[in-house]
Antibody, heavy 116, light 109 residues
Framework: QVQLVQSGAEVKKPGASVKVSCKAS????????INWVRQATGQGLEWMGW????????GYAQKFQGRVTMTRNTSISTAYMELSSLRSEDTAVYYC?????????WGQGTLVTVSS | EIVLTQSPATLSLSPGERATLSCRAS??????LAWYQQKPGQAPRLLIY???NRATGIPARFSGSGSGTDFTLTISSLEPEDFAVYYC???????????FGQGTKLEIK
């Protein structure tokens, strides 16, 4: 079955960077886009960007342009999302999600806490 | 950027009742509209894609309709497990950019 397994929780200081991984299994990794969505506690879903694992092409929400980088390692079917210059407002659960127009598969989420 | 506005913010109903949730786009999104259900502590689950197609395994009591700028998610007869937060999501044509609505909380009355 399709599975997306994300890396564990992270605690970072303001100004640092965080890199979250998303390992795919149960399907051909390069056949579906990977998107990243975050959710602050008690808040709604916020789309961050997409990556085509086959080509490596990416598209980012304007809000995150210049701070986010999405990459992949096709040999281990894993996608990565790196967010830099972290601030307290970046404290959230970060999800990877599989799909182009819509997301039928989601990772379990990774809590990133930004605190001094 | 296309903005999705969901209404109402909170909907209080009883099991067995019919739920109607609205999602309005600031400009036409054609039929690139999806609906998700999210329960506390869980990742969202896809319910409806392309405005009216039920995702795999989704019960028939869930239905979606609409096109252009106005969309509706209907739950014909609420089950206890349906009380959750619902989000709509759209994809713009090119470049592919996505946005979510702010969510509708469906709570037990």
């Amino acid at each position: 079955q399709v599975q997306l397994v994300q890396s564990g929780a992270e605690v970072k200081k303001p100004g640092a960077s965080v890199k979250v991984s998303c390992k795919a299994s149960g399907y051909t990794f390069t056949s579906y886009d990977i998107n990243w969505v975050r959710q602050a506690t008690g808040q709604g879903l916020e789309w961050m960007g997409w990556m085509n694992p086959n080509s490596g092409n990416t598209g980012y929400a304007q809000k995150f342009q210049g701070r986010v980088t999405m990459t992949r390692n096709t040999s281990i079917s894993t996608a990565y999302m790196e967010l830099s210059s972290l601030r307290s407002e970046d404290t959230a659960v970060y999800y990877c999600a599989r799909g182009a127009d819509y997301y039928a598969g989601w990772g379990q989420g990774t809590l990133v806490t930004v605190s001094s | 950027e296309i903005v999705l506005t969901q209404s109402p913010a909170t909907l209080s109903l009883s099991p067995g009742e019919r739920a109607t949730l609205s999602c309005r786009a600031s400009q036409s999104v054609s039929s690139y509209l999806a609906w998700y259900q999210q329960k506390p502590g869980q990742a969202p689950r896809l319910l409806i894609y392309d405005a009216s197609n039920r995702a795999t395994g989704i019960p028939a009591r869930f239905s979606g309709s609409g096109s252009g700028t106005d969309f509706t998610l209907t739950i014909s007869s609420l089950e206890p497990e349906d009380f959750a937060v619902y989000y709509c999501q759209q994809r713009s044509n090119w470049p592919p950019l996505y946005t979510f609505g702010q969510g509708t909380k469906l709570e037990i009355k």
